[in-house]
């Protein structure tokens, strides 16, 4: 079955007051705006609903503000979880450089519960993978089976070894679920001037992708949003201005881009019911810049 993006009738009015999170400038509409943003998400109460969230740990304001706007959207979608595609810390990686980058920006969701899964990039330490909050459990890659039969596939895109590829073939093969999500960091594709499709990895890995129906993948490394066109019936992600931002990067002459924004920090919202996987990518602004549906491959 082709993958199929389409709007969503229902509507989640959120009344935003935008108060700001990290001390930096701040647009007019986050100094204390009350314009509401409109997700358009079913929000139904046996779903599963998640975030997608990626190089974002620079300890800056605009970390800080779209962190506040994630729990905003969370007030009213209450996500459980939070999938985290890589470059999770910038720079050092001192126990005050986890505080300051990730325990106090997003501290709101911890305390509400939320769930953070990470994944590593370029700039991460392997020792990541011990750090509590980031729920690695010691592993370089892992999966979550998740409610409404999904797994989640967390890889190491930075050295896919031979043995990474075959525990995901076998993770692939031998999951019973009906969705299964790999989000890593480095896009397979991407329309991103700076980096762009990482051509080797996507040798190794789409083909695993098709034979094993997977719909979606969740990648960060360029530093903007950005939603491809279905590339051999699967549709994949670039979320990587959770903190980090290159304005004017993305190459709209690539051919791939259904929907991008490079002028903003951005993350994303997801709800699986069924067989459909409704999204909004939603900016530090509080706004709606991408939404839509997906169903899965069959």
Not at 33 to 42: D, E, N
Not at 195 to 204: I, K, T, Y
Not at 234 to 249: A, E
Request: glycine letters at 10%.
């Amino acid at each position: 079955m082709l993958t199929r993006i389409s709007a969503v009738a229902a509507t989640i009015v959120l009344a935003l007051v935008a108060t700001g999170g990290g001390g930096a400038a701040q647009t007019a509409a986050q100094k204390g705006s009350a314009s509401p943003i409109a997700l358009t998400l079913p929000n139904k109460s046996d779903s599963l609903k998640f975030a997608v969230l990626g190089d974002f740990g620079t300890g800056s304001g605009e970390q800080y503000d779209l962190a506040a706007q994630m729990k905003r959207v969370h007030d009213v979608f209450p996500f459980e979880l939070v999938t985290l595609v890589g470059d999770n810390l910038y720079g050092s990686e001192r126990p005050q450089d986890f505080k300051k980058k990730f325990e106090t920006p997003y501290q709101p969701l911890l305390e509400a519960g939320v769930k953070f899964y990470a994944s590593l990039g370029n700039h991460d330490a392997r020792e990541q993978r011990y750090y509590k909050q980031f729920n690695m459990d010691g592993k370089l890659y892992y999966s979550l089976k998740m409610k409404q039969s999904v797994r989640f596939i967390a890889l190491e895109s930075t050295y896919m070894d031979p043995q990474q590829v075959a525990w995901l073939e076998n993770e692939l093969k031998t999951s019973t679920e009906n969705w299964k999500i790999p989000y890593f960091h480095h896009p397979p594709y991407s329309s991103g001037d700076r980096h762009g499709s990482d051509q080797r990895l996507r040798e190794v890995l789409e083909p695993l992708f098709l034979k094993y129906n997977v719909s979606v993948v969740f990648t960060g490394h360029d530093h903007f949003y950005e939603r491809t066109t279905p590339q051999k019936g699967i549709v994949y992600f670039v979320c990587g201005s959770g903190g980090q931002l290159r304005k004017g990067n993305i190459d709209r002459s690539s051919g791939i881009t259904a929907a991008g924004n490079d002028t903003d920090q951005a993350f994303m919202v997801a709800e699986i019911n069924g067989d459909d996987l409704s999204f909004n990518a939603v900016s530090r602004g509080g706004q709606i810049i991408d939404s839509g549906v997906i169903t899965r491959r069959k």
